[in-house]
């Protein structure tokens, strides 16, 4: 039975983190596989052309080699296996395995924001701090997005959980209500 890319990056991103945690460098691990992971965003026909077997194995190796030259042995090894596996293609779902794992580990919540306008830092730090005590965690990873078309207050998506206090929400049910 042939694996979804999600269960392929759920194997993998365990297995990478499980060898951080061994081998104490959780932060490192991390980083690097973010930095990889970009790469595979701005180019994102590389994991095709790592996993094509019309392409000489040696120049794949030596693709491999390249991306992972200033990383660590364990990313480096990593990276070998996956790509001896033909799971290059699957290497953006192994980094967001390993990152739920690390985030788990570290109390951090990893969210979207969604205003109208622009926030103040002083009004980020705010409502931060209400959503880290909303979730009980320590820290938050949120990126900002501006939407005009939500009129006012703000729209929070994380933990899989979506907080609407969005202007345009409160207008269109109460548009329902009268209706």
Not at 14 to 24: G, P, Q, S, T
């Amino acid at each position: 039975m042939k694996l979804s890319k999600y269960e392929v990056g759920k194997r993998y991103g365990k297995a990478i983190f499980e060898l951080a945690v061994e081998n104490d460098c959780l932060a490192q691990t991390h980083q690097e596989l973010l930095e990889l992971k970009s790469i595979f965003e701005k180019m994102p026909k590389i994991g095709l052309l790592l996993t094509d077997v019309r392409l000489d194995t040696t120049k794949k190796q030596a693709i491999v080699d390249v991306l992972t030259k200033d990383c660590s042995n364990l990313v480096k090894e990593s990276a070998q296996v996956i790509f001896e596996n033909s799971r290059f293609v699957e290497f953006p779902y192994i980094v967001d395995s390993f990152t739920k794992l690390y985030n788990e580990e570290f109390a951090i919540l990893e969210g979207t924001v969604i205003t109208a306008v622009p926030l103040s830092a002083q009004q980020k730090a705010k409502l931060e701090e209400k959503i880290l005590a909303k979730f009980g965690l320590k820290s938050a990873e949120l990126k900002e997005i501006v939407d005009p078309s939500i009129i006012g207050g703000v729209i929070v998506e994380a933990n899989h959980q979506v907080i609407d206090g969005s202007l345009k929400t409160q207008l269109e049910n109460i548009k329902a209500k009268l209706l």
